[in-house]
């Protein structure tokens, strides 16, 4: 491949500018968590969360979460790229506020369940998870 003098020059400004330019390598979590519970205080009682202490795999750790009468449950993995793992929304008539999933994990790193309450509250119960081999690309 030839490179011309132009292309060389181009290529180093666009390399100085990439280099300069700060980016978001990690989405912000306090950003999810306002999104979802609109600025409002958040409690700690009435929400289970259930993840393992230690995980072998980053790649499939289960998850549980149980917040009785919760209309929305939120789950973040605060240490991933992307934060936001799932939002489970409840009807009138489920049988109960139940979330059991598995999720990927990039590496050690607290795992966040937010529940939106029927009277407009939140509460939210965290866990760390230390993982041993991490599941996004490490």
């Known amino acids: 491949m030839n490179f011309t003098r132009r292309n060389t020059l181009w290529m180093a400004m666009g390399t100085a500018i990439a280099t300069v330019l700060p980016f978001k390598a990690f989405a912000d979590v306090d ?18 969360l259930v993840a393992p202490e230690i995980a072998e795999n980053g790649n499939t750790v289960p998850v549980e979460v149980n917040a009785p009468g919760a209309e929305a449950i939120m789950i973040l993995a605060a240490g991933n790229p992307t934060p936001a793992v799932g939002t489970f ?17 990039a590496g050690t790193q607290d795992v966040v369940a937010i529940a939106r309450m029927p009277d407009g509250s939140f509460v939210q119960a965290s866990q760390e998870v230390k993982v041993t081999i991490g599941g996004c690309g490490g």
């Open 89 to 105: 929304n409840f009807g009138p008539l489920a049988g109960s506020q139940f979330a059991s999933t598995r999720i990927r994990l």
């Open 31 to 48: 950003a999810d968590i306002a999104a979802f519970t609109g600025g409002a205080e958040i409690g700690s009682e009435g929400i289970t």
